[in-house]
């Protein structure tokens, strides 16, 4: 095994002296042989998880990716690092194609890139076999699952290529989080005993913002023109709007340019391209935008319609800033969008479709109208806990909402729907509750004589949105009960009524009504910030555009902002120094190194050198993890387990396979958190077997560790050895 060299290796071939968390372990299951399933969010660095470990292992890594576009970058990248990394595909034609194929049969590279189309083709297989495949990495794993967002169906062929191909290991990476989905990728890619790995969902660097929407596109205009140098995509809800907004801030002078499905494919690909080359710096997209797109340097995601559910939220936010540099993700709510999304809903046939969608859309808009840390709901829809109590990233905690008291108003609202029941007998909805407060003169208040109650026009000195507000927030602190269909109609919950009837105070925390249209956010993640010499970053920007240009690469396959920034703040001018900078491998160096020196002495040429207090601290460790460190999806198994229930029956109620759980059980044990006992899982004689192999051989790969005992022990008695003899 040559993986005790991967540390040096990702110096020198990425220019990076840390890994990020979860690489490692990642990288050195599957240079043990492993099969490994990576679910890591955006940004988390999951390319690197099979690169790294293509170049320490012999032979080719063969690299499953859906888009073109995807593979293109990637390889570009990595030959601007110095690797023999190539991709082949439809575009790829004559005597390029041929070039490529005589380099894969000389063994010349350890990258390929191609796409699960690939694999169907007759002959391909015993091309990899010639070609001395020796590991496979399937990028987006989801995508062979339906039950994820971006099924596609070409990836199922990818089951066949391991049977073709037996004793080479599979890399599955992904960025969905749901178990389904998880559980799919490994019975689909008939994975072998896969060991799982599983990050926090948090992303530290990002913002959460929300922000009532009124005028989206002037509002989105002020946005943008603060950060002129800055890249973003503003999310909408259909072409029409990405068209106009695109034209709209096009003619204040922003460069922005449309991106949705309806596009001629030259206009979208010149679009993208414009975008990734920093050429235009907004995209007004549907979601049709954004599988494609790894620019690494997206300061922000702004969402002008209310998204379908969490779930795409947290994906296109995510999009922002996987550089791991601070960005922010503005969420422009209106109540209105969600009245108007669940009207299309009446239109689908599928009523339970329609059901699980209304409910999703409900979900989102309770996100927004939230009062709690944005950064701790996200989560909690991932199944993880946030520890902190102000995560220091999102309007919420930045900016804590005052408590007012809404006993008063809260005693008009409560009593004017009872009211209502009792004279009519029947209930209705919030917006005829705020009507008869405000004491309008409507066809139903007419009709139901709703103007003789003794809550009419008792609610005229505050504004009726004010009132929707007040009722809305009521409805999520359970003082009302809304019906679950269209009509939503209220009625008072038990709460509600013994509040009403024994004046016990409401306290609320005040939602802001309408924030000026166009005020700033001002509200940035420190987390994963770099202080630097913002001059000689604007100059090492151009720089790095001219040589990209030559190249025909995106700027960003040349340096990332980070590796920029960390140049504005050492002033690197020797080798050595600038080898220090991150993300500076030797080829880069190389290449590069000369030119950005030289504008830096240049530079100083004429300025001053700052100095920079320490780089703020490295974003916080994975926040998911229980203070132990055990992720929610094991503390779930440990609580079943503690009910009695045996690893199967665990399995079969939480819906995983059963090595998942015997590994959840380990880790527990590991931990001190289990009460087990070794004899449980294994004799006193195996134990000796186990532990005179483990001192040879080590525990960290089990894969090895089983084959020293000759394949006689399985997976999860290695698992639980390994736990009991590091047991805290
Ligand atoms: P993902 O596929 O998980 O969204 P990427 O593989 O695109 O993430 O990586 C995101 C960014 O993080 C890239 O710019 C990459 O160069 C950078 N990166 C990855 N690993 C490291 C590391 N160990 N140290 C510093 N930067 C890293
Ligand atoms: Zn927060």
Same mark, same amino acid.
């Given at each position: 095994?040559?993986?005790?060299?991967?540390?040096?290796?990702?110096?020198?071939?990425?220019?990076?002296?840390?890994?990020? !968390?979860?690489?490692?372990?990642?990288?050195?299951?599957? &240079?043990?042989?492993?099969?490994?399933?990576?679910?890591?969010?955006?940004?988390?660095?999951?390319? %690197?998880?099979?690169?790294?470990?293509?170049?320490?292992?012999?032979?080719?890594?063969?690299?499953?990716?859906?888009?073109?576009?995807?593979?293109? @970058?990637?390889?570009?990248?990595?030959?601007?690092?110095?690797?023999?990394?190539?991709?082949?595909?439809?575009?790829?034609?004559?005597?390029?194609?041929?070039?490529?194929?005589?380099? /894969?049969?000389?063994?010349?590279?350890?990258?390929?890139?191609?796409?699960?189309?690939?694999?169907?083709?007759?002959?391909?297989?015993?091309?990899?076999?010639?070609?001395?495949?020796?590991?496979?990495?399937?990028?987006?794993?989801?995508?062979?699952?339906?039950?994820?967002?971006?099924?596609?169906? =070409?990836?199922?062929?990818?089951?066949?290529?391991?049977?073709?191909?037996?004793?080479?290991?599979?890399?599955? &990476?992904? *960025?969905?989080?749901?178990?389904?989905?998880?559980?799919?990728?490994?019975?689909? &890619?008939?994975?072998?005993?896969?060991?799982?790995? %599983?990050?926090?969902?948090?992303?530290?660097? #990002?913002?959460?913002?929300?922000?009532? $929407?009124?005028?989206?596109?002037?509002?989105?205009?002020?946005?943008?023109?603060?950060? !002129?140098?800055?890249?973003?995509?503003?999310?909408?809800?259909?072409?029409?709007?990405?068209?106009?907004?695109?034209?709209?801030?096009?003619?204040?002078?922003?460069?922005?340019?449309?991106?949705?499905?309806?596009?001629?494919?030259?206009?979208?690909?010149?679009?993208?391209?414009?975008?990734?080359?920093?050429?235009?710096?907004?995209?007004?997209?549907?979601?049709?935008?954004?599988?494609?797109?790894?620019?690494?340097?997206?300061?922000?995601?702004?969402?002008?319609?209310?998204?379908?559910?969490?779930?795409?939220?947290?994906?296109?936010?995510?999009?922002?800033?996987?550089?791991?540099?601070?960005?922010?993700?503005? #969420?422009?709510?209106?109540?209105?969008?969600?009245? +108007?999304?669940?009207?299309?809903?009446?239109?689908?046939?599928?009523?339970? *479709?329609?059901?699980?969608?209304? +409910?999703?859309?409900?979900?989102?808009?309770?996100?927004?109208?939230?009062?709690?840390?944005?950064?701790?709901?996200?989560? @909690?829809?991932?199944?993880?806990?946030?520890?902190?109590?102000?995560?220091?990233?999102?309007?919420?905690? %930045?900016?804590?909402?005052?408590?007012?008291?809404?006993?008063?108003?809260?005693?008009?609202?409560?009593?004017?729907?009872?009211?209502? +029941?009792? $004279?009519?007998?029947?209930?209705?909805?919030?917006?005829?509750?705020?009507?008869?407060?405000?004491?309008?003169?409507?066809?139903?208040?007419?009709?139901?004589?709703?103007?003789?109650?003794?809550?009419?026009?008792?609610?005229?000195?505050?504004?009726?949105?004010?009132?929707?507000?007040?009722?809305?927030?009521?409805?999520?602190?359970?003082?009302? @009960?809304?019906?679950? @269909?269209?009509?939503?109609?209220?009625? /008072?919950?038990?709460?509600? #009524?013994?509040?009403?009837?024994?004046?016990? !105070?409401?306290?609320?925390?005040?939602?802001?009504?309408?924030?000026?249209?166009?005020?700033?956010?001002?509200?940035?993640?420190?987390?994963?910030?770099?202080?630097?010499? =913002?001059?000689?970053?604007?100059?090492?920007?151009?720089?790095? $555009?001219?040589?990209?240009?030559?190249?025909?690469?995106?700027?960003?396959?040349?340096?990332?902002?980070?590796?920029?920034?960390?140049?504005?703040?050492?002033?690197?001018?020797?080798?050595?120094?600038?080898?220090?900078?991150?993300?500076?491998?030797?080829?880069? #160096?190389?290449?590069?190194?000369?030119?950005?020196?030289?504008?830096?002495?240049?530079?100083?040429?004429?300025?001053?050198?700052?100095?920079?207090?320490? =780089?703020?601290?490295?974003?916080?460790?994975?926040?998911?993890?229980?203070?132990?460190?055990?992720?929610?999806?094991? &503390?779930?198994?440990?609580?079943?387990? +503690?009910?009695?229930?045996?690893?199967?029956?665990?399995?079969?109620?939480?819906?995983?396979?059963?090595?998942?759980?015997?590994?959840?059980?380990?880790?527990?044990?590991?931990?001190?958190?289990?009460?087990?006992?070794?004899?449980?899982?294994?004799?006193?004689?195996?134990?000796?077997?186990?532990?005179?192999?483990?001192?040879?051989?080590?525990?960290?790969? /089990?894969?090895?560790?089983?084959?020293?005992?000759?394949?006689?022990?399985?997976?999860?008695?290695?698992?639980?050895?390994?736990?009991?003899?590091?047991?805290?």
């Amino acid at each position: 095994m040559r993986h005790a060299n991967l540390a040096p290796l990702l110096k020198q071939t990425f220019g990076y002296d840390t890994f990020r !968390p979860l690489q490692r372990e990642i990288m050195e299951a599957a &240079l043990a042989g492993r099969d490994v399933v990576a679910i890591l969010p955006t940004g988390a660095g999951k390319s %690197l998880c099979f690169q790294l470990p293509a170049l320490a292992r012999e032979g080719l890594t063969l690299v499953i990716s859906p888009l073109i576009a995807l593979m293109k @970058d990637q390889v570009d990248a990595l030959v601007a690092s110095g690797v023999a990394a190539t991709f082949i595909n439809s575009s790829i034609q004559g005597s390029e194609a041929h070039r490529r194929r005589s380099g /894969l049969e000389e063994g010349h590279y350890q990258l390929l890139y191609a796409a699960p189309e690939r694999v169907m083709m007759p002959d391909f297989v015993s091309d990899l076999q010639r070609w001395n495949v020796t590991a496979i990495a399937v990028d987006e794993a989801h995508c062979i699952s339906q039950w994820g967002h971006d099924f596609r169906p =070409e990836y199922r062929a990818l089951g066949q290529l391991r049977d073709a191909l037996p004793g080479v290991p599979f890399l599955a &990476l992904t *960025a969905t989080a749901t178990e389904q989905v998880r559980e799919d990728i490994i019975r689909q &890619l008939h994975l072998h005993e896969p060991e799982v790995f %599983l990050a926090s969902f948090n992303r530290p660097n #990002l913002s959460y913002t929300v922000l009532p $929407k009124a005028k989206a596109t002037s509002q989105v205009y002020d946005f943008v023109r603060q950060r !002129p140098s800055e890249a973003g995509i503003v999310y909408v809800q259909s072409r029409r709007s990405a068209e106009s907004l695109a034209a709209a801030l096009t003619a204040e002078g922003v460069k922005a340019v449309a991106y949705h499905a309806g596009l001629q494919p030259e206009e979208r690909a010149a679009n993208q391209e414009a975008f990734i080359r920093d050429e235009a710096n907004v995209v007004c997209a549907t979601i049709a935008f954004g599988m494609g797109i790894n620019k690494p340097d997206v300061r922000y995601v702004i969402h002008a319609d209310l998204p379908k559910n969490i779930e795409g939220y947290y994906q296109e936010t995510g999009r922002a800033g996987r550089d791991s540099l601070p960005s922010e993700c503005v #969420l422009l709510y209106s109540r209105g969008d969600l009245v +108007r999304n669940l009207k299309f809903l009446d239109e689908m046939t599928d009523a339970q *479709a329609a059901e699980i969608a209304a +409910r999703q859309m409900r979900m989102m808009a309770d996100f927004a109208e939230g009062t709690e840390c944005r950064r701790v709901a996200l989560l @909690d829809y991932f199944g993880e806990q946030w520890p902190g109590d102000n995560c220091g990233g999102c309007d919420i905690c %930045l900016q804590p909402r005052e408590q007012w008291d809404a006993t008063t108003h809260a005693q008009k609202l409560l009593s004017c729907i009872f009211r209502i +029941r009792q $004279k009519s007998g029947f209930s209705t909805g919030l917006n005829h509750v705020v009507e008869v407060l405000a004491g309008a003169n409507t066809e139903k208040i007419r009709k139901w004589y709703h103007d003789q109650l003794s809550t009419y026009g008792i609610g005229k000195d505050v504004p009726r949105e004010e009132w929707a507000v007040l009722g809305r927030q009521l409805i999520r602190e359970g003082y009302i @009960d809304a019906t679950a @269909d269209s009509f939503q109609t209220l009625s /008072l919950s038990k709460k509600g #009524l013994a509040t009403l009837m024994n004046r016990t !105070p409401v306290m609320l925390t005040r939602v802001p009504i309408a924030v000026k249209a166009g005020t700033s956010t001002g509200k940035v993640a420190k987390a994963g910030s770099i202080a630097c010499d =913002e001059g000689l970053f604007a100059e090492l920007r151009a720089l790095r $555009k001219r040589l990209a240009d030559e190249k025909g690469v995106p700027p960003y396959v040349v340096f990332g902002d980070a590796s920029l920034r960390h140049m504005c703040r050492e002033y690197p001018h020797t080798e050595r120094g600038f080898l220090a900078i991150p993300g500076v491998g030797s080829q880069k #160096l190389a290449d590069y190194g000369a030119a950005f020196m030289g504008v830096i002495s240049q530079w100083l040429e004429g300025h001053e050198m700052l100095k920079f207090a320490a =780089e703020a601290a490295p974003p916080p460790p994975p926040k998911m993890k229980s203070e132990d460190g055990l992720t929610g999806t094991v &503390l779930e198994t440990l609580r079943l387990q +503690r009910q009695g229930h045996s690893a199967e029956k665990i399995a079969a109620l939480r819906g995983l396979v059963v090595s998942t759980i015997h590994s959840h059980i380990a880790q527990g044990i590991q931990r001190g958190e289990v009460k087990a006992d070794p004899r449980d899982y294994y004799s006193a004689e195996e134990e000796a077997e186990l532990r005179a192999a483990a001192a040879e051989h080590g525990m960290e790969s /089990l894969g090895k560790l089983r084959e020293a005992l000759g394949n006689r022990y399985e997976y999860p008695v290695l698992h639980y050895f390994r736990a009991f003899e590091t047991r805290k």
